[in-house]
């Protein structure tokens, strides 16, 4: 049996002829996509794989908790047997070095960012806001930005929701001043971004925000063999907030895209980040939103970064982005409606066509773990689409156990880095103190009187009755507070013996005038 595996390339499957992904070409992006059951996760198991044994970490997101079972050893069923040798090795069973990541901390180690990191074009998507409420974070950012306790290149004023909720309510109470300078805020608008945040708490979205915040270099791990590391998040809780879910990947490569250097084009990427359930990436994201994700996918290239999409219709992918994916898998597609007939004849026409294959057909009729396959080749032009039954994995297909789970993390190469979280002195504590700074300098004033020289009668006596009755008429000069029960029955009987007062004294002097009248 010839040996299929090469150096420099990845084994997908085979053909007519083995089909190969070239590591040179493995940072120019991919896509994967297939109806729900045809595969998709298995291909992309292979392919992480394939570029760990090269050297190269992989980042992967885990839906359905299935690709976690890459970091136990596989089991040499009859299935896998025979699929690999129909398409030409001997099948042999591995394990690869994983670290298990979770937003939440429950199956992973934590991944965390503060609100200044993510900035405010993320977290207005990740809160859904309109115009309006998006206009309210940019002051907000601004502010903090050009603040003299919240700014500087090293500031740690935004770091969580709550340093954040605390900003907005700065803003509210001081939007007449803020205003002038930055723009209106209106106090409503503030609620509603308040409320927002709110569900995202609710959501366990919070967790997401705080210290230490993740190290980007953590994802470029390799172990002692010169293996890259396989990072996979745990996204099964996570999907549960779809939103939450597609603004953190692409935080994720903003980060990356921002912080990597220029590498050109290397023999093989510094990283590969597999973007499962894409379309969420690009459901209702306004186009600011979309002309990022498509500058990033298209100059992250240059840092040494590969980025594969993987879905089940390539509609889900907005044009200017699948024509960067030079990469292409495509398991069966189903034609039950105008839509599935639609992305059908899109799939077939983003293949270079092959003279021996009606393409458009072919989808329709692929079995499982089948796929047709197009990979960049030669100077980087896509190669001719072929019907491809694609290689099995070499450790497990499914999950691993709880106990199995645990005893990664143990032994990970970050334990013990994010596990606990780190409350700094930031913008809840900062504001909080200069609102109370700024109330014990005012009840100092002498309009303000404080202490027990406020307790003397004013000139003209009146003490404490005549506070509570010009309480009660309009004057006085007790300061505002939580009244004593004593008091509370005092202003009653005061304001009803006012009234009553009053009355006649108004009788008396329309009396007067009326009789001055008569009189005169």
């Known amino acids: 049996m010839a040996d299929v595996f090469q150096d420099g390339k990845i084994f997908v499957g085979k053909s007519e002829k083995p089909e190969y992904l070239e ?9 994967a996509t297939g109806a729900t059951g045809t595969g998709k996760t298995v291909t992309l198991q292979v392919l992480a794989e394939g570029f760990s044994r090269a050297g190269v970490p992989v980042f992967a997101a885990d839906i359905k908790g299935d690709l976690s079972g890459i970091a136990a050893l596989g089991e040499a069923k009859d299935f896998l047997v025979k699929r690999a040798n129909d398409v030409g090795f001997k099948y042999m069973t591995d394990e690869f070095p994983v670290v298990f990541w979770d937003l939440f901390g429950e199956q992973g180690h934590p991944i965390r960012t503060t609100v200044l990191e993510m900035g405010p074009l993320l977290l207005s998507r990740l809160l859904n806001l309109n115009d309006v ?10 502010f903090a930005d050009e603040d003299p306790d919240l700014g500087g290149a090293d500031s740690k004023g ?20 803020i205003g002038q300078k930055y723009g209106n805020v209106a106090t409503a608008t503030v609620g509603s971004v308040q409320r927002q945040l709110l569900v995202l708490e609710n959501q366990g979205g919070a967790k997401f925000f705080g210290e230490p915040a993740f190290d980007i270099n953590d994802l470029m791990k390799k172990d002692r063999d010169g293996r890259g590391f396989i990072n996979v998040l745990a996204a099964d809780k996570l999907m549960e907030n779809p939103q939450l879910y597609a603004t953190f990947l692409l935080w994720l490569l903003s980060e990356l ?4 250097p220029e590498v050109g084009d290397l023999d093989k990427p510094k990283l590969v980040f597999f973007f499962d359930e894409a379309h969420l990436l690009f459901t209702d994201a306004p186009k600011p939103l979309l002309d990022k994700i498509e500058q990033v996918v298209r100059l992250i290239r240059s840092k040494g ?15 200017k982005v699948l024509a960067q994916l030079g990469n292409r898998v495509q398991h069966a597609l189903r034609a039950f409606t105008p839509r599935d007939q639609k992305a059908v004849k899109a799939a077939a026409e983003t293949f270079r066509a092959n003279p021996k294959l009606d393409t458009e057909t072919v989808i329709t009729q692929l079995g499982k773990g089948e796929a047709l396959v197009s990979f960049l080749e030669g100077n980087g032009t896509p190669s001719m689409v072929e019907r491809t039954l694609i290689a099995p994995p070499s450790a497990r297909i499914g999950p691993v156990t709880p106990d199995e789970r645990k005893a990664v993390i143990a032994r990970s190469p970050i334990r013990g880095k994010y596990d606990k979280t780190v409350d700094p002195e930031s913008a809840y504590e900062i504001l909080q103190r ?4 700024a109330a014990q300098n005012g009840d100092s004033t002498p309009n303000r009187p404080t202490g027990p020289a406020t307790q ?10 005549r506070d509570v009755l010009g309480g009660v008429l309009g004057g ?19 304001r009803s013996v006012a009234s009553q007062v009053g009355t006649q004294v108004g009788r008396a002097i329309v009396r007067g005038v009326l009789g001055s009248l008569t009189n005169r």
């Open 23 to 31: 590591l040179k070409f493995g940072n120019r992006h991919g896509l």
């Open 133 to 142: 409420q998006e206009g309210v974070i940019n002051i907000a950012f601004k």
């Open 158 to 177: 935004l770091v969580d929701l709550k340093d954040f909720r605390e900003l907005l309510n700065y803003l509210s109470k001081n939007a007449k001043e």
């Open 257 to 260: 895209f921002e912080k990597l």
């Open 305 to 319: 970064v590969g980025v594969y999409f993987v879905t089940q219709n390539p509609l889900d992918v907005p044009d």
């Open 434 to 437: 200069r609102v109370q700074d």
């Open 456 to 465: 003397q009668p004013a000139p003209g006596g009146g003490g404490f009755w």
């Open 476 to 494: 006085g000069s007790r300061p505002r507070g939580r009244m004593t029960t004593t008091e509370v029955v005092v202003k009653q009987v005061a």
